[in-house]
């Protein structure tokens, strides 16, 4: 079954509540999408770690139920 945006958008916010999430679904198809975000969680960690808070917020979902997510992060004011 696939995963709704909203359903990853509030994975996000509950991990990262002051996140800004723009989420594209790529194919239309629930399983790939885009998503930036832009959180304060992330200043002074590299990329990978600021993908990695991402993927854990989505709790074992990813690869699984979200086949594919093509994530950007930043800062706010990057």
Do not use: W
């Amino acid at each position: 079954m696939p995963m709704k945006a909203e359903d990853i958008e509030k994975m996000i916010l509950e991990a990262l509540p002051d996140a800004k999430i723009t989420i594209e679904d790529l194919r239309g198809d629930g399983d790939h999408y885009a998503a930036n975000v832009v959180s304060e969680s992330f200043r002074g960690k590299t990329r990978v770690q600021q993908h990695q808070l991402v993927y854990d917020a989505l709790k074992g979902n990813m690869g699984g139920v979200l086949h594919a997510l093509a994530l950007q992060t930043g800062v706010p004011g990057d």
